[in-house]
């Protein structure tokens, strides 16, 4: 989903105020459950900040590993670049069923990160801004079977309700400082819980 240009400079305002709380970084994380658009918008905010995107699919061990990706972020790339070291992370092959070739994350003036529990509570202490995308279950579940074929059915109903029970633990809606429908129109701003 790409976002108007209204939208996006909302976006961008919002960053620029935002604390650089990942050593001196701005961490933009845009989360929400899968199919809803967030790949999209990510590299277009990539192309406009300029910044680095990461997409956890890079990062999750497959289907069953969606809490384990934020683990992986937050070892692998946060923590690092939280202390002045730039990040390295190995790219998950799903084909492969392995990791992969390594990726090294530069210090930079500005970091986004896409995917499912991108934005996890292990994220609250660099301050990131929470990009919350969501959209209505069958138009995800459309989206994820043009993308990966109707043999991935079971795996996409088994990672929706996972997302489900880690967006409710982490509070991921309530703590994102902007909120978009499936379209790119602007549902909801600022955090309306405190982490």
Known sequence: MTVPADVLDLILEVVAEAPAGLGGMHLVCVDGPAGS???TLADQLGRALPAQVIHM???YPGWSGLAEG???LHEWVLEPLAHGVPGRYRRYDWPLGLYAERHT???AD???VEGCNSAALTTAPYAPVIIWVEADDDVRLERGMLRDGDGARDQWTTWMVEERRLYAEHRTAERSHVRLDGTGNITGLGP???V
């Open 70 to 72: 934020a683990q992986k």
């Open 192 to 194: 309306t819980e405190a």
């Open 57 to 59: 699919d890079d990062l």
């Open 105 to 107: 994350v530069p210090l």
């Open 37 to 39: 658009g967030k790949t």
């Open 110 to 112: 500005t970091l986004v």
